[in-house]
T-cell receptor, first 112, second 113 residues
Framework: SQQGEEDPQALSIQEGENATMNCSYK?????LQWYRQNSGRGLVHLIL?????REKHSGRLRVTLDTSKKSSSLLITASRAADTASYFC????????????FGKGTKLTVNP | KAGVTQTPRYLIKTRGQQVTLSCSPI?????VSWYQQTPGQGLQFLFE???????NKGNFPGRFSGRQFSNSRSEMNVSTLELGDSALYLC????????????FGPGTRLLVL
């Protein structure tokens, strides 16, 4: 079963606007990761945030984590047409042999 | 470093056949995970290998199997193909087992007719 659930399923914005995607999960986590996938290709790792961290930045990306609400958000600022892709959150549990579990993704379209 | 490579990139098979997909991880990475991606089910974990041992397995039938070699290269095999096995099969490698950053290959797109 899927652990992370992204919201919204699809998002369409204009170039230059900010895009916010949310991820909710059910059980305690070791870390939460965000990935991007361009149409039909492999996933690219964007950022990893650990359970004891609240916020992380990488370039135009800002990720927050609220473990009390079991949720995370990914903010892309000043979006570009090249940001058009599907974005997935993935959670890693706290057990010794836990695997990454991916959500179904948010499809982001940035219109030029 | 070279990225994760997967071969072949595209494959067309018929029902009942079997298929073997190959994945070469990033040099030095000992963990290889396999995922199946379909429009309906999304990304589903198949299995993970670390140091030639299967460490985790997803909820897939026994027709799906894999192995890892001493050089960390991995193969997955699907026997008795079904139409529903049509999917993008993604391989990912990481330096350590399981939970850390995964580096994905471009995938193998399998079409079963």
């Amino acid at each position: 079963s899927q652990q992370g659930e992204e919201d919204p399923q699809a998002l369409s914005i204009q170039e230059g606007e900010n895009a916010t995607m949310n991820c909710s999960y059910k059980t305690s986590i070791n870390n939460l990761q965000w990935y991007r996938q361009n149409s039909g290709r492999g996933l690219v790792h964007l950022i990893l945030i650990r359970s004891n961290e609240r916020e992380k930045h990488s370039g135009r990306l800002r990720v927050t984590l609220d473990t009390s609400k079991k949720s995370s958000s990914l903010l892309i600022t000043a979006s570009r047409a090249a940001d058009t892709a599907s974005y997935f959150c993935a959670t890693a549990g706290q057990g010794g042999s836990e695997k990454l579990v991916f959500g179904k993704g948010t499809k982001l379209t940035v219109n030029p | 470093k070279a990225g994760v490579t997967q071969t072949p990139r595209y494959l067309i098979k018929t029902r009942g056949q079997q298929v073997t997909l190959s994945c070469s991880p990033i040099s030095g990475h000992r963990s290889v995970s396999w995922y199946q991606q379909t429009p309906g089910q999304g990304l589903q974990f198949l299995f993970e290998y670390f140091s030639e041992t299967q460490r985790n397995k997803g909820n897939f039938p026994g027709r799906f199997s894999g192995r890892q070699f001493s050089n960390s290269r991995s193969e997955m095999n699907v026997s008795t193909l079904e139409l529903g096995d049509s999917a993008l099969y993604l391989c990912a490698s990481s330096a350590r087992q399981g939970k850390e950053t995964q580096y994905f290959g471009p995938g193998t797109r399998l079409l079963v007719l």
